[in-house]
């Protein structure tokens, strides 16, 4: 487990592949942040805090996130690498979750960065050091979560085809479908009487639960859960696919 862990993160920082995604994360975050003049500009907000980057930064993550975790298992199909792992000493489940840890490192290098946002705040403020410390540690938290989950679902897009680009657009489908679909369904109107269970059910909710610095056993279990869901379901895609090219 921990060598396919290493070998995915030695993939993305030996090549320019890692460093690129990383780069367009922050080059994109940080333009929008604080040069293109829209809802999302800090400097146009007129509040020394990080709200407009915790709620730009999911947008970016359902296109920043599915470049990292197409290739995942898409790539393993493609060379015909896949066997060769499976004949490992390792079963399909560590297997998966190795590349779950390896998407959950990057993610983590691609968030260090914006440290320096904090920083910029700290200063910018009228009075110097006036900060919500809670919401944005809560934030930053409910970030990574959101991450997790769609680095769950990205991986999980990449066990169902050997196409990378076929990996990519479904994975930002199912995604978005993840964060914002319930929310649509819960303002269908038949449906207003199930409008609070369906925007629990989305991922949009729990994010920005904790993101107002509240993190609840409630919305760590949901993550999780996610995130173990779609893990499972990877397992049960490539041990369903290994046993048809067995037949």
Not at 209 to 224: A, C, E, N, V
Request: with cysteine; hydrophobic share 55%.
């Amino acid at each position: 487990m921990i060598a396919v862990f290493k070998k995915e993160i030695r993939t993305f920082f030996t090549s320019s592949i890692g460093y690129l995604i990383i780069s367009l994360f922050l080059i994109i975050n940080s333009t929008f942040m604080w040069l293109v003049d829209s809802e999302f500009n800090i400097l146009n907000y007129g509040y020394a805090n990080l709200d407009t980057f915790f709620l730009f930064s999911p947008i970016v993550f359902l296109i920043f996130i599915p470049a990292i975790g197409m290739r995942m298992f898409a790539e393993e199909y493609q060379v015909g690498t896949i066997e060769f792992l499976l004949t490992k000493p390792i079963s399909v489940f560590k297997l998966v979750l190795s590349k779950f840890f390896a998407t959950s490192i990057l993610i983590l290098f691609a968030l260090l960065p914006t440290l320096v946002y904090v920083i910029t705040i700290y200063y910018l403020g009228e009075t110097k050091g006036n900060l919500d410390s809670a919401a944005i540690i809560g934030s930053y938290f409910g970030l990574f979560f959101l991450g997790l989950s769609f680095s769950s679902i990205s991986i999980f897009c990449s066990a169902v085809t050997s196409n990378q680009i076929v990996a990519f657009l479904s994975a930002i489908a199912l995604n978005f479908l993840c964060y914002y679909g319930f929310d649509f369904i819960s303002t269908i109107d038949f449906l207003q009487f199930f409008s609070f269970l369906f925007e629990k059910l989305g991922i949009s909710y729990h994010y920005i639960m904790i993101s107002k610095g509240i993190i609840t056993i409630q919305d760590l279990i949901y993550f999780l859960s996610f995130c173990i869901l779609f893990i499972k379901s990877t397992e049960f895609i490539i041990l369903k696919n290994t046993q048809n090219e067995a037949k």
